[in-house]
T-cell receptor, first 111, second 117 residues
Framework: QQQVKQSPQSLIVQKGGISIINCAYENTAFDYFPWYQQFPGKGPALLIAIRPDVSEKKEGRFTISFNKSAKQFSLHIMDSQPGDSATYFCAASRGDYKLSFGAGTTVTVRA | NAGVTQTPKFRILKIGQSMTLQCTQDMNHNYMYWYRQDPGMGLKLIYYSVGAGITDKGEVPNGYNVSRSTTEDFPLRLELAAPSQTSVYFC????FGQGALRIQPQHFGDGTRLSIL
C-alpha cells in the first residue's frame, strides 16, 4: 500500500519549460515532506523539503507548493534544463526519519 | 569525505544462496537505513537503526536481517536468496538530533544491484 501517491510516472518537457510533479498523502501525522532527485546509477539526493507550517518553499528554480487541507504537495521545476533530466521522488514522514516514498517520476528535458 | 559507501556494486546470486551487503558511513550519523528500489515502486524501507546496537523493522523486512555493532557500519544479510529479492538496494544515513539540528537529510550510497537467478 503506497502511503504517498505520485504522478505522473514520466514527463517530457522542452528546455526552458515548466515541469510539475504532484503527490498526495493520507496520513495526517506526516510532518516532513522532502523531494529527492536521482540520476541513473546513483543514489537519491535531497533536493528540497517543506514542513506543513508553510504553503510554499523556493530554492533556485525548484519550488514546493503544499496544500495541507487537500493533503497534496507538488514540485515545480522552472526553466527546465537538460541537466534536470532525472527521476524525482516525493516522500513524507512523521518525525523526519522513516520516509515513505512515492513511486517516482522520470523527467526528460529535451534540448 | 566518502559519505555512504556500499559494496559490492553488482552481484548475481543463485536461489538459496546467502550474502551480506555492506554499508559504511564516515559522517558520524546516528541513524542508518536500508531500502530496496524496484521499478515503478519507489523506495521501500527494509530496516533501520537509531544507533549502535539498536535496529528495527521497516515496511518490507521479511527475508532480511541487519546488525549495527558500530556507528559506521550497517550490513544487510540475505539468508536464503529468492527471485523476489532481485532489486537495487540502497543504504542511507542521517543525523537525528534536537532543536535546530533535528531536520537533517538522509544521505544515500550509490546502491547494490542484486540479481537472483
Amino acid at each position: 500500500q503506497q502511503q504517498v501517491k505520485q504522478s505522473p510516472q514520466s514527463l517530457i518537457v522542452q528546455k526552458g519549460g515548466i515541469s510539475i510533479i504532484n503527490c498526495a498523502y493520507e496520513n495526517t501525522a506526516f510532518d516532513y515532506f522532502p523531494w529527492y532527485q536521482q540520476f541513473p546509477g546513483k543514489g537519491p539526493a535531497l533536493l528540497i523539503a517543506i514542513r506543513p507550517d508553510v504553503s510554499e518553499k523556493k530554492e533556485g528554480r525548484f519550488t514546493i507548493s503544499f496544500n495541507k487541507s487537500a493533503k497534496q504537495f507538488s514540485l515545480h521545476i522552472m526553466d527546465s534544463q537538460p541537466g534536470d533530466s532525472a527521476t524525482y521522488f516525493c516522500a513524507a514522514s512523521r518525525g523526519d526519519y522513516k520516509l515513505s516514498f512515492g513511486a517516482g517520476t522520470t523527467v526528460t528535458v529535451r534540448a | 569525505n566518502a559519505g555512504v559507501t556500499q559494496t559490492p556494486k553488482f552481484r548475481i546470486l543463485k536461489i538459496g544462496q546467502s550474502m551480506t551487503l555492506q554499508c559504511t558511513q564516515d559522517m558520524n550519523h546516528n541513524y542508518m537505513y536500508w531500502y530496496r528500489q524496484d521499478p515503478g515502486m519507489g523506495l521501500k524501507l527494509i530496516y533501520y537503526s537509531v544507533g549502535a546496537g539498536i535496529t528495527d523493522k521497516g515496511e518490507v523486512p521479511n527475508g532480511y536481517n541487519v546488525s549495527r555493532s558500530t556507528t559506521e557500519d550497517f550490513p544487510l544479510r540475505l539468508e536464503l536468496a529468492a527471485p523476489s529479492q532481485t532489486s537495487v538496494y540502497f543504504c542511507a544515513s542521517s543525523y537525528f538530533g534536537q532543536g535546530a539540528l533535528r531536520i537533517q537529510p538522509q544521505h544515500f550510497g550509490d546502491g547494490t544491484r542484486l540479481s537472483i537467478l
